[in-house]
Nanobody, 123 residues
């Protein structure tokens, strides 16, 4: 019923920039928090940044000052601007959203994940 579609990943040199997008489509009442996670090979998935429905944000220490999360409510889209990229930023990046919707005639809040997009930072 709801799908999160990511785009914007790719190969970039150290110090470069990328902007990831994640758009929600389908039938839902509203979107609450939206997040970006990442998972590097052999590593656990980690939370990178979160933006609340009121616009508040938080960032992992490893990306603070380099990454910026934003959202466009009208487009049901969250963005991740990544600057000054480092090789250790290489990972699959996943968007996540808490979505208010009806499932089986019941209204509730449900978690949805994007398909993941590869970000590779290498010379």
């Amino acid at each position: 019923q709801v799908q999160l579609v990511e785009s914007g990943g790719g190969l970039v040199q150290p110090g470069g920039s990328l902007r990831l997008s994640c758009a929600a489509s389908g039938t839902f009442i509203s979107i609450n928090d939206m997040d970006w996670y990442r998972q590097a090979p052999g590593k656990q998935r980690e939370l990178v940044t979160t933006i609340t429905n009121s616009g508040g944000t938080n960032y992992a220490d490893s990306v603070k000052g380099r990454f910026t999360i934003s959202r466009d409510t009208a487009k049901n889209t969250v963005y991740l601007q990544m600057n000054s990229l480092k090789p250790e930023d290489t990972a699959v990046y996943y968007c996540h959203a808490e979505i208010r919707m009806k499932v089986a005639f019941r209204e509730g809040t449900y978690s949805y994940w994007g398909q993941g997009t590869q970000v590779t930072v290498s010379s």
